[in-house]
Structures are given as C-alpha cells and as structure tokens.
C-alpha cells in the first residue's frame, strides 16, 4: 500500500556497512520533498534518526547517514553494532496522499 | 523532553467511534503541531490525521470521512475520534509532535496504545 518502497530485509556482520534504499515517485521523492528516517526497535515507538534528506537530532550516533537522489533516499549505517538490529523506515509527504511512510526494513546484525 | 502519553480503551466493537486522547507533558501543546500515527501489520505505518494549537486540521484523504482530530490546550491534550470501525482499523495508535513547515517530520513519539476491533 505504501508509496515509499523498501528492502524487507538486509543484515550485515558487526562493523560492516549496510544501504538502505527507500525508492518513491515523481510525486513524493522526486518532487523534491524531505526524506527522513526512523528507528523501530522491537516493542518501542519509532524513533527520529535522520530529518530533512541527512539532518541527525541531537543524540544520534555519526554512525547513521542520510542522502537523497531523484526519486530514491538511502540511509547508511556504518560500524553495524549488535543495537542497530531494528525495523527502519523512511517517511516523506505525497501530493496526493500526504504524509506517508516506507514499507520498512528489518536489519540483522549477524 | 517533551512526552506523550496515548489513553483509552484497548478493544473496541465494529461499527463502533474508537476514542483516544494524548497527553503531553514536559511541554506546551502550544505552538507546536500534532499528529496520529497508527501501526497495522498488513499496513505499516500510517499518517492519520494532524492538528495545530490553534485548531486548524489536517487528514489523511483515505480517512478522512470517519476521522475527527481535537485539542484542547488547557489540558495539554489533543484527541483522536475514528468512527464506524471494522477489524481494518486494529493497529497500535501513536501519538507525535509533528515538525511542520519547509519540512515535516515526526520528533516525539507516545509509547502508543493497542486497539483491537473486534465484538
């Protein structure tokens, strides 16, 4: 149902990278509205890790990076640490259907 | 930092108005923007509705007919009415502080409350 599609999945061995890609359409990404990301860890709320395309709130680890480019966004995380295992999601706003969030991803530090 | 705290009822009957208030604290609810957001499994993440201090709305066009946002700043709370429900609307409920301008994103998040539709 979502607009913004994600990899289900990725994992990554401790201290290893991992891209995740959050790819949208002419009328959410590539208008040129805000991408930003959000961490779910099992049983808590989602949680603000990247605001405005790569912005980190204070707080959050260098570790995480966001960047966009025409209709896609990517979050980075570097130095995967067993606390990274968590769903993520990305979120923008669609023209037609306002506020709208990824399908997610679950990353496994293995 | 500002907290949100989601109440009401747990389980609610089809065709029934789910009722859900949330309290902020550790913060004015003025001059800031609110939001509903709900979890389903088979729907991810879901933006419902938003409301300013002042009153002035915002909803999600696919919920738009059943759903009514509210504030009311001398309890520091903002509530949420969706009605005539069916087992589509079982998700767990979050509220949030939604950043609203250039840019919009959600940087405080409730715990959120599971709601079961269900008789």
């Known amino acids: 149902q979502s607009v913004l599609t994600q990899p289900p999945s990725m994992s990554g061995a401790p201290g290893q990278r991992v891209i995740i890609s959050c790819t949208g359409s002419?009328?959410?990404?590539?208008?040129?509205?805000?991408v930003h990301w959000y961490q779910q860890l099992p049983g808590t709320a989602p949680k603000l890790l990247i605001f405005?395309?790569?912005n980190r709130p204070s707080g959050i680890s260098d570790r995480f990076s966001g960047s966009k480019s025409g209709t896609s966004a990517s979050l980075a995380i570097t130095g995967l640490q067993a606390e990274d295992e968590a769903q993520y999601y990305c979120?923008?706003?669609?023209?037609?259907?306002?506020?709208?969030f990824g399908t997610g991803t679950m990353v496994t530090v293995l | 930092q500002v907290q949100l705290q989601e109440s009401g009822p747990g389980l609610v009957k089809p065709l029934e108005t789910l009722s859900l208030t949330c309290s902020v604290s550790?913060?004015?609810?003025?001059?800031?923007?609110w939001s509903w957001i709900r979890q389903s499994p088979g729907k991810g993440l879901e933006w419902i509705a938003f409301?300013?201090?002042?009153?002035?709305?915002g909803y999600n066009p696919s919920l738009k007919s059943r759903v009514t946002i509210s504030v009311d700043t001398s309890k520091n709370q903002f509530s949420l009415k969706l009605a005539s429900v069916t087992a589509a609307d079982t998700a767990m409920y979050f509220c949030?502080?939604?950043?609203?301008?250039?840019?919009?994103?959600?940087?405080?998040w409730g715990q959120g409350i599971l709601v079961t539709v269900s008789s």
């Open positions: 405005g395309d790569y």
């Open positions: 979120q923008s706003y669609d023209r037609s259907l306002s506020y709208v």
């Open positions: 949030a502080r939604h950043v609203s301008g250039a840019t919009n994103f959600f940087d405080y």
């Open positions: 002419s009328s959410n990404i590539g208008a040129g509205y805000d």
């Open positions: 409301i300013r201090y002042t009153g002035s709305t």
């Open positions: 550790s913060g004015s609810i003025n001059n800031y923007v």
